[in-house]
């Protein structure tokens, strides 16, 4: 390198620090020392790898130029002899000029220099002014930008390739604030909440919580699962477009924290599942549509897997075994319905032959009564399903209720039968009873015509009645009225069946005539005979302030008597056992009364208790009963009362007369 | 005089002889047509009638005989016990209490009423 002196001598004597003193004095150490830097100064800037020179603008001679500058610019002639025209290349000569006549404001120019092979190759050229001495020099320092260039353009290229990703991406992405305000969105992200561009939406978007989440509480209840895990994914929620139509989006959404472990941002990306969403929600709709219609069925519905595992189980199911869905799912189904135990191998059938299997009033005890069960097995159709729904309807009451009509017509037959038998039977029975009247009256004594029949004949009427007497003629006489009563009086009460009832209704107290015939029953003398209604315990379970019912007292009274009649006797016919015991029963039941006469006597089987109603009808041996009082009971209560007689018995467990009267009386 | 129309012979006899050993003279018919045709011929003040005969009813008995002689009154006497004399022979004084119903062990209680119908014709 060259220094830039005026005096060539002094300039040396400067740059070495040597005072003319020190000169004339050893010298040599310090100037050594002083060499041996400038050539470490010399080899650092042969080193860089910019072209450096520096030039004598007034001579346009070059004074100095480091290892690049003669590399790369040629500028390899011996100092102080290239000539800045000549050596420099035009592009840095141009920078030159430029700063020296002040029209430059940066300090750093581009250009484009020759390269090696003719190409041209890109410097970053800087030029300093500086003053030494009185002489104005420039230090021109410039670079290959090459390499940065093509670096830059590589950044360029893969930045912009990313920020195609980016703005067309079908997902819609952001980064927001902490603080909760975005800082850039893409225009699939405004296109998705209907803003013309990302623009747009960031200039219109103020509150996010209310802008763009329906329900801010969505919104932060996501914000708290950030910040606890960090991020989150597939958030759904129910976002608000810019025209405030509502659809669904799912978000996935992570902290980017900075270099000190700060909250720097959230990147988040956001789909709109409005379309699966709406799928789903009516899929849900249609199965939750589909359990309610099966919920509510009045009917037991299981579905049951080829095994015969329950799949599925409604509320009349639950309601029935009072088992809970999830309970009773993947049990056997005769551990859920003990009562199907018996049809496992016809519900086995059904599933395997695919084909549908019905039993009709089954017979279930459940908590000692009697139920009757329809069941319907039918194996599944769809494809690839296999298994089987079973349907149970308790037909109970129906079946109680055809046989109750079963019964009452069966009775209204009787019941018109007895009365054309019994008008049939008057007749020939007056003629008995009235011509015994007239065999009486024309043997006796004080009967005018009587007389005078006897004296024309000459025969003696007090002798004849005499004779009578004595072969007890008048005996088979009452013996022959005794018996045509009888039978009048039988028919009497057979009528009573077809008789409607005419007597006035007026509103009666049905505990006050229970308690008569109570008194009645204890003192009746046909029943004392047999059966003491005093030994009998009677356990009354009357409801408290029944309302009267409209009804004929007297008939009522004969009903009830009947029935304890009825228990009575029945009682009578057990041996031994417990403590013989009526148990009453009164209570309201919708708009009736209900009454009760429960006895704890043999009971009698089904076919028995099917015939119990009709007329004459009787289990007692003869003599005992007419069998006519269950019948007229049952016509005085249905016929004249429209209300229900029914009994409930089973062989060894007693039997219970149940009767409901309306309040209100007959409609 | 009474008239008897009961198709039923022995309920016919038996209330024929009793009604004569009362005192009462007794025409007896088994049909209600035999006993309009015995109206004809013999006037009577009471005529004892069954509800169900062969031919014309007693109902449409008694209506033929009102016609033909309107002083005639009328019990009745039946097998049915839900017999109820039409309205309009309320105006013959057949209401409920002149209805008997068969068997009438006593025939006195049929007596009695016609005794006691023959005294009201009496006593005007």
New interface residues.
Partial sequence: MQGPFDSEEADRRRLMGLGDRSFKKSYYPELRKRLFDLERFRALLDRAGEAIFLCDLAGGLILDANEAARSRLGLTGAPGTLRLEVAVPAGILEVIAEVVSGQAAAPVRRVALPGPGGAAVPFEVSVALRMFGEARHALVVARDISEQIAAEEATRQAWAKYRDIYENAPVGIYRSTPAGRYIDVNPRFAAMFGYVSAEELLASVTDIGRQIWCDPADREAMMEIIEREGEVREYEAKNRRADGSVFWTSRNKRVVRGAGGDIDCFECFVTDVTARKTAEEKIIKAQKHIKNIIDSMPSVMIGVDPEGRVTHFNQAAERDTGLSAASARGRDIREVLPGLAGQMARVRAAVAERVPMATEKNVVSREGEIHYQDVLVYPLVANGVEGAVIRVDDVTDRVRIEEMMLQSEKMFSLGGLA?GM???I?????????????VR??VALD?P?NLEAAREIGLDLAAMRRYLERREVFRFLDGI?ES??RA?RIV?NM?DF??RGEARKKPADLVEIMEKTIALASNDYDLKKRFDFRQIEIKREFAPELPQVACVAAEIEQVFLNVLKNAAQALAERAGGEKPRIVLRMAKELDNIRIEVEDNGPGMEEKVRKRIFEPFFTTKEPGVGTGLGLSVSYFIITQNHSGSFTMESEPGKGANCVIRLPIGGAS | MVLVVDD????RE??G??L??EGFTVFLAESGEAGLALLGRQGCDVAVVDM?LPGINGNKFIQEANAQNPGLRFLIHT????YSPPAEFARLGLTSDRVF???????SVIAEAIRRIVAGEEKP
């Fill in positions: 009365a019994a008008h049939e008057n007749n020939p029975l007056g003629g008995i009873l009235q011509g015994l009247q007239n009256r024309r009967l015509g009225q045509g009563e009048a009497s009528l077809s008789r | 039923e012979e022995m309920v038996n209330l002889a009793y004569d050993d169900r097998g049915s016990l839900n119903i068969k068997p009438v062990p006593d025939m």
